[in-house]
């Protein structure tokens, strides 16, 4: 049912049942009450505003006779539907925040190619109804009380499980804390360790939100190269050695996709150990390694409690779940804790409860294996389907990188490929070096069509072909410019 914030003038010339009218038929007219939305009740109404009932059934009749509201008897009284909307000019749809590296607009079914979304048709949607279903009912019925702003020691037990066979990492449950994905795990971070005034290693190309939370919370972000052995740690310590954090991305690089060499992972650990920096592991698609075993994660390896690691169920579940996880060496457990319960609790107890269930009876592995063997097939599909030379394409995570010729505008692409139904994501936003930036599309495999990839290929082409014709065909990029 619909609040409504009337404000009411009983010295003023007109009753108060046509203010109270006037008032609910600019919001409708306006579009604040949407069509269809539910009225408050008479009773309700009235002592809400502190008036007679009577004179809110005046009103209502008033405003039922100019057919803008319409009474459905013992259900309610409601917006009536159809209704003419004029909106003031300073209301207009806004655009997506970061419109370049979020083409598709929020809330809406994936387009083809979009990357960083799950397969809509891969998901278990009736098993997993089912478990939210009981988990919403646990809920409902539990102890009123504060939940522990860790997250849910079902939920932080059953990944530390997880993690334990899957990643090779061996911690506690009490080290773990749920987050609200990926940005509310950095976000706890900037704050817990401290990080006002002090530099970061990103890598480059990389998260290009992770840069910009950075930057938000007073934080300088300094791009360090990756090649194809993953972050270059001798760039990192000749450009910022002092550094308190390095942010990468080992087992799967985003964007790129190679894996942070051994050797380059020990290098990171000794820089942290010796300089007592930070680093964190962003374990981006670990689990949905589609070619060979997944390499252990980089905080398997670590031996001086430095690495924090961040997961998230955006990529395997959805998105919308918006649960996360960090696990952080113990020594920082308590601290941790104490922001957490601060600034940034767990989310909701029934998703946790029920993802905990999920994980619990082995329907998260199920998942996982079944989804590897979906991607595998739809990669191989849009590889053979895109009509482009192969050594301009290359497998990254989720998507595959078509490589651009230098002087390409991605970014003006993508625009285009909008335009017909097409959400590749330009490769140049992900670059913190303008001067470094190379001009790419991400196509994201996950989201494919059974029927008519081909066209949606040739559709691409056809775009990007403008651009590319003036400065040579498509074509394998050297090391020098594309390895990063």
């Not at 619909?2 to 009983?10: G, V, Y």
């Not at 360790?193 to 290693?201: F, H, I, M, V, Y």
């Not at 990192?236 to 550094?243: F, M, N, T």
């Not at 290098?267 to 075993?293: K, N």
């Amino acid at each position: 049912m619909t609040e409504l914030h009337i404000a009411l003038r009983r010295e003023a010339g007109h009753s108060l049942a046509d203010q109270i009218a006037t008032a609910i038929g600019q919001s409708i007219r306006q579009g604040s009450l949407y069509a269809g939305a539910r009225l408050p009740s008479w009773h309700d109404l009235s002592i809400q505003l502190g008036v007679a009932r009577g004179t809110v059934r005046a009103a209502y009749e008033r405003l039922i006779d100019e057919q803008l509201i319409v009474s459905q008897g013992a259900a309610g009284t409601f917006v009536a539907q159809c209704l003419p909307v004029d909106s003031p000019p300073d209301l207009r749809v806004q655009a997506n925040p970061l419109p370049e590296l979020y083409q598709h607009p929020f809330g809406e079914r994936p387009l083809v190619f979009q990357v960083g979304v799950p397969a809509q048709d891969g998901f278990p949607g009736k098993l997993w109804s089912r478990v939210a279903a009981q988990a919403a009912s646990q809920a409902a019925m539990a102890t009123v009380s504060y939940p522990d702003p860790r997250g849910e020691l079902t939920l932080r037990t059953e990944i530390a499980a997880y993690l334990s066979v899957a990643r090779g990492i061996s911690c506690s449950p009490a080290q773990i804390l749920i987050t609200s994905g990926y940005s509310g795990a950095l976000g706890l971070l900037v704050h817990g360790l401290g990080l006002q005034g002090k530099e970061a290693w990103i890598e480059d190309p990389g998260y290009p939100l992770s840069r910009m939370a950075l930057a938000m919370a007073g934080v300088t972000p300094v791009p360090v190269p990756v090649d194809a052995r993953g972050l270059d740690v001798d760039e990192g310590i000749a450009s910022a050695a002092d550094a308190a954090l390095a942010i990468v991305t080992a087992g799967q690089q985003a964007p790129l996709g190679m894996t942070l060499s051994l050797a380059r992972r020990h290098r990171l650990l000794e820089w942290a150990a010796s300089r007592g920096g930070w680093i964190v592991e962003d374990d981006y698609l670990s689990e949905l390694q589609l070619t060979g075993r997944a390499a252990p994660a980089l905080a398997s390896l670590d031996r001086h409690g430095r690495v924090i690691y961040v997961g998230t169920f955006s990529k395997t579940i959805s998105p919308g779940l918006r649960l996360g996880f960090m696990v952080v060496p113990p020594a920082l457990a308590g601290k941790m804790g104490d922001v957490a319960a601060a600034l940034a609790p767990a989310a909701s107890v029934a998703s946790q409860w029920a993802l905990a269930e999920f994980m619990r009876k082995g329907h998260y592995l199920r998942h996982l294996r079944r989804m590897k063997r979906i991607y595998r097939a739809r990669a191989a599909a849009l590889q053979e389907a895109l009509p482009a030379p192969a050594e301009a394409v290359t497998m990254a995570g989720l998507a595959l990188l078509l490589h651009l010729p230098r002087g390409c505008d991605d970014v003006a692409i993508v625009h285009r490929a909008q335009a017909v139904g097409l959400a590749p994501a330009p490769l140049s936003v992900w670059f913190a070096d303008p001067a470094r930036a190379r001009p790419g599309l991400l196509l994201g495999i996950t989201n494919l069509p059974q029927e008519g990839l081909e066209d949606c290929c040739a559709r691409l082409m056809r775009l990007i072909e403008p651009s590319a014709g003036q400065e040579g065909p498509l074509s394998s990029p050297s090391m020098t410019d594309m390895a990063i």
